[in-house]
């Protein structure tokens, strides 16, 4: 009878875990890089989600409206593969948040990187191309940012996105880390999941404008 009462204990302990933050949904943040030859698919291929928690706690950390003399509470969270050599690919976004005067949401995500192409570094077709996006509720997030690499008829696409999941919704993908998150003085709102064995990092921090 053992097994069973573990199981149960596991049940319980992981419930417990997934209560203690109170939240109607996340910040989920996806990050895919696929690689194709001759129009086809192959080569290298990957797929990271992170999630932020939007808890009262997370809220309360918006703390100043833009004025004439400041741009606000800005919530910035930035990410990617950074390469081991100078022949490596080397990509990442950036993605920033900040509350408007009338209490919306403007939201911005660029990108930049490097990918190897048949042993050309090429950098990205769209360089300087922001998405942005203006929202009510955090609940209405849904956006999405491409960078595309190509070298004649091989290439590399990496698309970062981001959207509000609610919680029942959120384990519909499989298990997604946390990601650290710093309020604006460097203290940790959340600690995070460890991310050390993951072929992408994530970062974020509030910060003042």
Same mark, same amino acid.
């Given at each position: 009878?053992?097994?069973?009462?573990?199981?149960?204990?596991?049940?319980?302990?992981?419930?417990?875990?997934?209560?203690?933050?109170?939240?109607?949904?996340?910040?989920?943040?996806?990050?895919?890089?696929?690689?194709?030859?001759?129009?086809?698919?192959?080569?290298?291929?990957?797929?990271?989600?992170?999630?932020?928690?939007?808890?009262?706690?997370?809220?309360?950390?918006?703390? %100043?409206?833009?004025?004439? =003399?400041?741009? &606000?509470? $800005?919530?910035?969270?930035?990410? *990617?593969?950074?390469?081991? @050599?100078? /022949?490596?690919?080397?990509?990442?976004?950036?993605?920033?948040?900040?509350?408007?005067?009338? %209490?919306?949401?403007?939201? =911005?995500?660029? &990108?930049? $990187?490097?990918?190897?192409?048949? *042993?050309?570094?090429?950098? @990205?077709? /769209?360089?300087?191309?922001?998405?942005?996006?203006?929202?009510?509720?955090?609940?209405?997030?849904?956006?999405?940012?491409?960078?595309?690499?190509?070298?004649?008829?091989?290439?590399?696409?990496?698309?970062?996105?981001?959207?509000?999941?609610?919680?029942?919704?959120?384990?519909?993908?499989?298990?997604?880390?946390?990601?650290?998150?710093?309020?604006?003085?460097?203290?940790?709102?959340?600690?995070?999941?460890?991310?050390?064995?993951?072929?992408?990092?994530?970062?974020?921090?509030?910060?003042?404008?």
């Amino acid at each position: 009878m053992k097994a069973p009462l573990l199981l149960i204990v596991l049940i319980v302990n992981g419930f417990s875990a997934c209560a203690a933050i109170e939240t109607n949904g996340f910040l989920v943040f996806k990050v895919e890089r696929l690689a194709y030859s001759e129009g086809n698919h192959g080569g290298s291929e990957t797929t990271q989600k992170f999630k932020v928690p939007v808890t009262d706690e997370f809220l309360a950390n918006f703390k %100043n409206l833009p004025s004439q =003399h400041s741009s &606000g509470t $800005g919530f910035c969270c930035s990410g *990617g593969h950074s390469g081991t @050599s100078t /022949n490596d690919a080397s990509y990442g976004f950036m993605w920033w948040l900040d509350k408007t005067s009338d %209490n919306r949401w403007y939201v =911005h995500m660029w &990108g930049h $990187g490097y990918e190897n192409i048949k *042993g050309v570094m090429l950098s @990205s077709m /769209n360089p300087s191309v922001t998405q942005s996006m203006m929202i009510k509720r955090l609940e209405d997030l849904d956006m999405s940012y491409q960078q595309s690499y190509v070298n004649k008829y091989d290439g590399v696409n990496v698309q970062f996105s981001a959207k509000f999941v609610p919680v029942k919704d959120i384990e519909a993908d499989g298990i997604i880390p946390t990601a650290p998150v710093r309020k604006a003085d460097r203290t940790m709102l959340f600690k995070g999941d460890d991310m050390g064995n993951k072929t992408i990092q994530l970062q974020c921090i509030f910060q003042e404008g």
